[in-house]
């Protein structure tokens, strides 16, 4: 890397700081340089780049494994590539006819091992030269203040906080002020050039929240969590905690958990730190309350003794939950004036389970009963269209029952449960999305 004024840049730069020759030009120009590039260097972050769309990179060195096709795990990936086609055992591994009986045998295992070690060695490379060229180029105080954000938002809010110390002292103090800013949505995009000049002139931190649109009270969202901003309900921002851990575990309820019901949006935000402190058992929590919940608000509830109230506490919610959860599981439904429409999917079998629909309301109050859980209470819902149950058996054995939702015009299940209400096998979960993959393919 040179001290001359050009930018330095995390993937145009990579071909001559990686020096053994498997990045070529055209790699560079059709894989890379689609993409917006990381630039590090504060003098030469142009104003014109700012505000921007949000450009995903980690800053900062690659673990092992990745969910987000950042700028530098693209670079990594077309790094193995290069060098796995530059290895003939490889190569002659690669194009053999793979049948079921070649997976278990002693070439693939050196076809995995050859690819995971190529894996492991151009990490440790490009590691190395992500390192450099960070300790070189990058402003240490954007950079330390970028990393506490979200992958999605962190390369533009480096950006921002590298061009002065009035943007970083802004995105320190007030997180998602920032964000929206250096990284804006539609919704604040028109305004964000007029909110940089006022960043720039010292403009007042209410002032410039006040002409984006942001309440003073989002100043206590941490910025790992600032991202999730727009799901706080309205006038429960009161009960927003203090701690990171706290706020993600608050907000992902929010996320996940939308309800129509005012009265148990209050109850959440209030008491789901006392519930848990893990985001799976917390959400199972809630889902199961809802049923009890939705159940206790309708014309002619079934096995409600004692209905929702808000200002009830976790413990009391907890016993009569699990009480009205037992007692529909055992009811025995009379005739049902519900009818229930043709199955979503047909019936299928993968991994060794079937899968069976639902199709009656005899058949689904059985399965409640069999699975000592609440399925029997879903008929109304689910003669409406909004879901449709389902049956996992193995040589005729009841595993788990799958409730599908339709969310953006796909197919996806909302829950799997086991008897009781309790977590089914991975091997269940993964046998459930492979039928619905298959079912989608088809």
Known sequence: MSNDNRPVDLLSDAKGVYGIGILYDNLIDDEIRCHKHVILRPDIIAESDLPIRNREAFLHTLPKHSFMLTHEWTLHEIMSAEALKRNPRYQELEHQEKGEEWWTGDRAKLYRKIRWGQHKRQLINLN???KRLIAEAAEPNALKLARRFHPLVRENIYRGAATGQRALQLIDAFPVLGMVIYCPADYWRDRTCDAVKMVERGARLNQIASFMDIPMWARKLKPAVAHWFDYVPDGLHCYLPGKTWEQRLWLRTFMSRRSDNPEF????????????????????????????????????????????????????????????????AMRKAAKSNYKLPAPWYPAGQVNGYQIVP???????????????????????????GKCYMYSVRQDDNRVATIELVRKQGKVKPRQIRAACNAEPSKEVKIAVRKWISELKAA
């Open 128 to 130: 190395g030269m992500l």
């Open 358 to 384: 639902l199709d009656s309301t005899e058949e689904l109050w059985k399965e409640g009963r069999a699975m000592h859980h609440c399925a029997g209470a879903y008929d109304y819902r689910m003669a409406a």
């Open 265 to 328: 949006a209050y109850w959440i935000a209030r008491n789901v730190l006392q519930v848990g402190n893990r985001i799976g058992p917390v959400l199972n929590f809630l889902s199961d309350m809802n049923d009890w919940v939705r159940e206790a608000k309708r014309k002619k509830p079934r096995c409600i003794t004692r209905p929702f109230s808000p200002d009830m506490s976790v413990n009391t919610v907890r016993t009569e939950n699990e009480l009205w959860h037992e007692a529909i």
